[in-house]
């Protein structure tokens, strides 16, 4: 489960199926079982007209299988996010009035998707989102402007700078990513132990 | 009026100081001896001759030095200066407002002649003159937005106002105290206010927010807010937080009246014509402690504030480890003698 926090934070809601001519899921890790669960409660028509992009991330092949057994319109499944991102941008390219977009999986996952999703001009509205799994953050290093992506640890060290940033929970919906701040700025050198606050 | 332009620097050898002048007119924040938020806007209606309230745009005796410390900034990272696409025509707003008011209230350092769509833009103090066709961009050797805010104190932020919320769309943010315009662009107000304790639970967002969507033409607003810095630094960005951090570690008793700085922003809120944002500048003032004190109303009152001031504030303005040693220099200049109210010298 996610903590509570501020209100720079998305709240995430659970799926639903909701009329559209075409059904955009994307989805990581145990994010599979929220579309098992859509897929079950929806009219039939839904997976006739469903696109599912997966990506199985640490789950393997878990999931996969009964993914398939959903038999979608179309199913993608990805070796990594930005793997899937060509298709992902593809699909919201040709996309016409009528797409819903349903996101399920990881907080990084959604908040990229989302981005995606809004910049190629679909509404807010069309767009929903479920949490499931891990809640690893991906986090913007404030100094250097580089992300890490499913950051367990926090402090951590930043993948591009080096830097020991501690994780505020301000959330940037445009970058897609919590922010990360230099926890010894002020005492070089003096790094408190790195604990698993995020699994 | 004459302004006499100081050369100094806000950075490296730190040579910012305050004439007494200048440290008559500063803008101190404090009606009382103690500090809680509070949504504290009033009218920016011109007032006090001589006062940072007096004119729209306050140019001050740091103007040029301020400006090449901008400058120096962007130079370094640019990402302190955005604007998203539809913010360009709030922009232009932003650079007649400016330039109609500066021309207007300082004819000796600025003049605007405008004829049609035709500008012609002179700036004394700093050297520029510029001719240019409003409203369109390749005329300037910059967007409108970054085109002025080079040339006028203070960071600015431009509001786009939409589903009952306030978006901040665009800004020049050099002289921050400690937020990131590059994360928080595209942000609404809850979102880019979301790490201010204790402010959300008291209802002041939602109060100030209602305030500022009914913020109408020519009818602009202010409000001052605070915190502490050490050295005089303008750029007290998160981005350089790791180079500005360490700095406070240096603060002792014998060096605190030179080095410690209350820094006041004075925050104001003007709706523009063609766009409807909302612009929002925020003028950054600096005072070291030595100098603060030579008013003794405000030494005392000053003392009595960071004494008293919840622990979570002192945290969140980044001195509470080193207020006990603030609290310890200031009460020499704190013979409990009553204050009377009011912000300003007595």
Redesign the interface.
Known sequence: MLEGS????PVYGVLEMRPGRLHLVVADAEGAEAILELAASAPPDFLAAAHIVYIPKRTGDKFVARLEQLAPAQLYVGASYEAALPRLRRILAGAHMGLQVYLAGTEGLMGQAMLEATQAGIPHSAIQTEHRGSTARRV?C??C?GVTEDVTHDPFQCAHCG?HLFV????????AAF?G??ID????GNIPESVERFR | MTIIFKEETFHDDFTFRNSPEAVKRFPFPFPEDSYMYSVNLEPHKSYRPGSVYERTFDVDEHYVSEMRDRARVLAEDP?RCQSLPHMTLAGWDLLELIMTSKAQEYPELFELHRDGAKWHWINRPLGIEQKFTFLDETTLPYGPMEYITRQTQGDFALLDQRDDNLWMDAGMVTTQADW?L??????NF??????VPKA?EMGIFQRALKFLLNVQQGSPARRLNWTMTVNPLLDTS?????KW??M??DLTLENMGQMMHLRVELQTFFRLPRSNALVFPIRCYLIKLDELVTVPKWARRFHRVIRDLPTELATYKGFI?NRPKIVEWLSRYDDGAPTPPGIWPD
């Open positions: 501020i209100p720079s934070r913007q404030v100094h402007k830097l505020r929970d301000h959330y940037s919906r445009r970058i922010q701040v230099r700025a002020e005492d070089p | 990402l990131s590059d994360f928080d662009i595209g942000m809850f979102e880019w206010h979301a790490p959300h998160p981005e350089n937080y790791h951090g360490v406070k570690r480890t």
